[in-house]
C-alpha cells in the first residue's frame, strides 16, 4: 500500500472520493442522530441563527424552495418549528425553534460533538485546518462562497 505521500493522485477520481465521503458522512450522522439530513441542516441553522427565513435557509442550503417548505412543514407538524409572518414584508415567513425544537437540537449536539471527534480521529490540528481552508477553497473557485 502507497502512503498519501507517495501515492499517485488521480484528479479524475475526485469526484467519485468527494461523492463517497460526502454519503459515509452524512449516512453514519444520520445513522448516530436518528435524523435524516435536510431535517438536521434546517434545525441546525435555526438554532444557530436564532430564528430564520425560509427564504435565508433555501440560499443557505442551496435547495428549491419546495424543498425547504416541505421539511419545515414536517418539523412544524413534529412541534419542533415554528413559522410568523415577517411583520414588515409579508413575503416572508419566519422560522423559530419551539422549547421541545431546542431542547432537541442541543441534545444532538451532543452526539454532533462525539460524530466529529470519531471523524477527526488522527487527524493533527494543522490537518484539520488545511481541510477546511481547502473546501473553502473549492467552494470560493466555483463561485459557491457565502
Keep these: 500500500m502507497k502512503s498519501a505521500a507517495t501515492e499517485t493522485i488521480d484528479r479524475g477520481n475526485l469526484l467519485v472520493e468527494l461523492s463517497a465521503t460526502y454519503y459515509g458522512v452524512t449516512t453514519s450522522f444520520e445513522g448516530l442522530a436518528e435524523i435524516e439530513m435536510p431535517k438536521w441542516r434546517i434545525l441546525f441553522l435555526i438554532y444557530r441563527n436564532e430564528g430564520c427565513t425560509q ?20 418539523l412544524e407538524a413534529g412541534q419542533l418549528i415554528r ?64
Design 55 to 74: 427564504k435565508r435557509l433555501t440560499e443557505l442550503i442551496r435547495v428549491a424552495p419546495a424543498s425547504i417548505t416541505r421539511q419545515v412543514k414536517l
Design 83 to 146: 413559522r410568523e409572518a415577517d411583520v414588515l414584508d409579508n413575503r416572508l415567513t419566519w422560522v423559530f425553534l419551539t422549547e421541545s425544537g431546542k431542547t432537541y437540537v442541543e441534545k444532538k449536539l451532543d452526539l454532533r460533538r462525539q460524530f466529529f471527534e470519531t471523524m477527526l480521529t488522527g487527524l493533527s490540528e494543522a490537518e484539520v485546518v488545511t481541510f477546511l481552508l481547502t473546501m473553502r477553497r473549492v467552494r470560493a473557485n466555483l463561485g459557491l462562497s457565502e
